[in-house]
């Protein structure tokens, strides 16, 4: 089977990768945290624990689909990034940017808000989630302009 016959497959699997994670994040970003607000703290911070427990397996799933399909594209059906456009190249680096923020906030704020929601320290747990709130307000916008290249990118001239 030649590569223009998987082009489809790929294509589905990075478009829905793409919108677990960056729609993920609008959801809890736009709609949950507000929410929050309706809870006392320690019920806010469980939830949250719970939440992202679930999501950031998802989003694992997406950074390991994405860069398997992104860079399969770029060099089994373009030929590598010399043939691929502007916008897979800024994809491209919008994508790895949010990928090392992301590996930043699981390694760090994500384990140390894990540890304090699960020992109690309701102070400690808010600190880090408030970090884990400003990262996804960087990641946020920058997955919204990686799907805007992506799907659009190349009509930008």
């Known amino acids: 089977m030649n590569a223009t016959a998987l082009m489809p497959l790929a ?16 959801v809890v970003y736009l709609c949950l945290r507000p929410s929050l607000g309706l809870l006392e703290p320690p019920q806010r911070l469980r939830l949250m624990r719970g939440t992202f427990g679930r999501f950031f397996p998802w989003v694992w799933a997406a950074v390991i689909l ?67 709130r400003g990262i996804i307000a960087v990641n946020l916008p920058l997955g919204l302009i990686t799907i805007a290249l992506g799907t659009a990118g190349r009509y930008f001239g």
Request: net charge positive; hydrophobic share 60%.
């Open 11 to 26: 294509i589905i699997l990075h478009a829905l990768s793409a919108v677990v994670w960056v729609g993920g994040m609008f």
């Open 66 to 132: 994405l860069l398997a399909t992104g860079y399969w594209m770029i060099f089994a059906v373009f030929g590598g990034f010399k043939n691929a456009g502007l916008h897979i190249h800024l994809m491209n680096g919008t994508g790895l940017v949010m990928m090392g923020l992301f590996a930043w906030l699981f390694h760090g704020p994500w384990l140390a808000f894990k540890r304090a929601v699960d020992g109690q320290d309701w102070p400690a747990a808010a600190a880090r989630l408030n970090r884990i």
